[in-house]
């Protein structure tokens, strides 16, 4: 077991992993996983530049997740950057903000190298289950980009599209700073029109429709499987490899559409930073149900968080080797 630390920083959240992690096996021991909220993407849709509270935000994150990197003595440290901070103009401000707080620069990924870490995470100890049928579908679904990837052991097809549901949101939803609440028929269908054509666009090289397993991640999936289960309080232990079917997702979706901030901030597992853009989030997952003929979603806890883990363990072991 090599002891390594990951952070995946996304558009609408920051989280960090430590764990004791075995690339061979799969098998991986968490230390410390954690996610705080710091909407680095906040309005990167409109001005193209990562905003000077969001870049202090996600650097405050960072000097906590520093402290306890030190703390667990990981042997080696790897961040990575995904969809906000690929399309800022001011990136570089961003990244020598990480660079000064933790060391390391922060690899901003493609959307390839994305979905192939969400593949592995997602993916890695679900190897022997007879319940599931292969292909997987595994679906990504974070604050600037969805990630759609099919494969058996390995990828087989992957594709980014910007239908994350912080984009979708603030694209749709957000008039002069106000979040519509609840949003309008029209606004829904101009998401669905987003979404649709993504979805499109995703299916010229990627298989959909053959994945026998839905596997979803992030935080729109785990929420609505929150909800679905009616926890009375966020339980990871209990949301990881839940199985929801596809018509309570269409109806979760069609309460969050229709709900107002306050009911969806009453739902007891709801984490405040979601309160805004989980419907649209839940939109995404619905429609890609409906597009693939889904009866069901598997979700994961574990998803790109932990496939940067398993690489990072698998070089490290590497270096030790060849030295």
């Given at each position: 077991?090599?002891?390594?630390?990951?952070?995946?920083?996304g558009?609408?959240?920051?989280?960090?992993?430590v764990a004791?992690?075995?690339?061979?096996?799969?098998?991986l021991?968490?230390?410390d996983?954690?996610?705080?909220i710091?909407?680095?993407?906040?309005?990167?849709?409109?001005?193209?530049?990562?905003?000077?509270?969001?870049?202090?935000?996600?650097?405050?994150?960072?000097?906590?997740?520093?402290?306890?990197?030190?703390?667990?003595?990981?042997?080696?440290?790897?961040?990575?950057?995904?969809?906000?901070?690929?399309d800022a103009?001011?990136?570089?401000?961003?990244?020598?903000?990480?660079?000064?707080v933790?060391?390391?620069?922060?690899?901003?990924?493609?959307?390839?190298?994305?979905?192939?870490?969400?593949f592995?995470?997602?993916?890695?100890?679900?190897?022997?289950?007879?319940?599931?049928?292969?292909p997987?579908?595994?679906?990504?679904?974070?604050?600037?980009?969805?990630?759609?990837v099919?494969?058996?052991?390995?990828?087989?097809?992957?594709?980014?599209?910007?239908?994350?549901?912080?984009?979708?949101?603030?694209?749709?939803?957000?008039?002069?700073?106000?979040?519509?609440?609840?949003?309008?028929?029209?606004?829904?269908?101009?998401i669905?029109?987003?979404?649709?054509?993504?979805?499109d666009?995703?299916?010229?090289?990627?298989?959909?429709?053959?994945?026998?397993?839905?596997?979803?991640?992030?935080g729109s999936?785990?929420?609505?499987?929150a909800i679905?289960?009616?926890?009375?309080?966020?339980?990871?232990a209990?949301?990881?490899?839940?199985?929801i079917p596809?018509?309570?997702?269409?109806?979760?979706?069609e309460?969050?559409?229709?709900s107002?901030?306050?009911?969806?901030?009453a739902?007891?597992?709801?984490?405040?930073?979601?309160v805004?853009?989980?419907?649209?989030g839940?939109?995404?997952?619905l429609?890609?149900?409906?597009?693939?003929?889904?009866?069901?979603?598997?979700?994961?806890?574990?998803?790109?968080?932990?496939?940067?883990?398993?690489k990072?363990?698998?070089?490290?072991?590497?270096?030790?080797?060849?030295?």
């Amino acid at each position: 077991m090599t002891r390594v630390a990951a952070i995946d920083c996304g558009t609408n959240s920051i989280r960090l992993l430590v764990a004791d992690a075995n690339p061979v096996t799969g098998e991986l021991v968490d230390l410390d996983r954690r996610m705080t909220i710091v909407r680095l993407g906040q309005g990167v849709d409109r001005t193209g530049r990562l905003a000077p509270e969001a870049l202090e935000r996600t650097f405050e994150a960072c000097r906590e997740y520093a402290a306890i990197i030190k703390r667990h003595g990981a042997e080696r440290l790897r961040f990575v950057a995904t969809s906000a901070s690929r399309d800022a103009e001011n990136r570089d401000e961003f990244v020598r903000g990480v660079l000064d707080v933790l060391g390391v620069e922060p690899e901003v990924i493609t959307g390839d190298e994305e979905a192939e870490f969400s593949f592995t995470g997602a993916t890695k100890e679900l190897t022997g289950r007879d319940d599931l049928a292969k292909p997987y579908l595994v679906v990504d679904i974070g604050g600037g980009s969805t990630e759609l990837v099919v494969g058996d052991d390995h990828v087989r097809a992957a594709r980014s599209v910007d239908i994350g549901c912080v984009r979708m949101t603030e694209r749709h939803l957000v008039h002069d700073g106000v979040v519509s609440d609840p949003p309008t028929p029209a606004e829904i269908e101009a998401i669905r029109a987003d979404i649709e054509a993504a979805l499109d666009l995703a299916e010229l090289t990627v298989p959909l429709r053959e994945a026998h397993t839905l596997v979803g991640l992030a935080g729109s999936v785990t929420t609505v499987a929150a909800i679905a289960l009616d926890l009375p309080a966020y339980d990871s232990a209990a949301i990881h490899h839940s199985r929801i079917p596809y018509e309570k997702v269409r109806e979760i979706t069609e309460r969050l559409l229709a709900s107002t901030h306050a009911e969806r901030a009453a739902i007891p597992s709801m984490h405040p930073g979601r309160v805004d853009v989980i419907a649209a989030g839940a939109l995404v997952l619905l429609a890609i149900m409906e597009r693939i003929g889904a009866a069901e979603v598997v979700v994961s806890e574990h998803d790109i968080l932990d496939g940067i883990a398993y690489k990072v363990a698998e070089e490290t072991e590497e270096g030790k080797n060849s030295d």
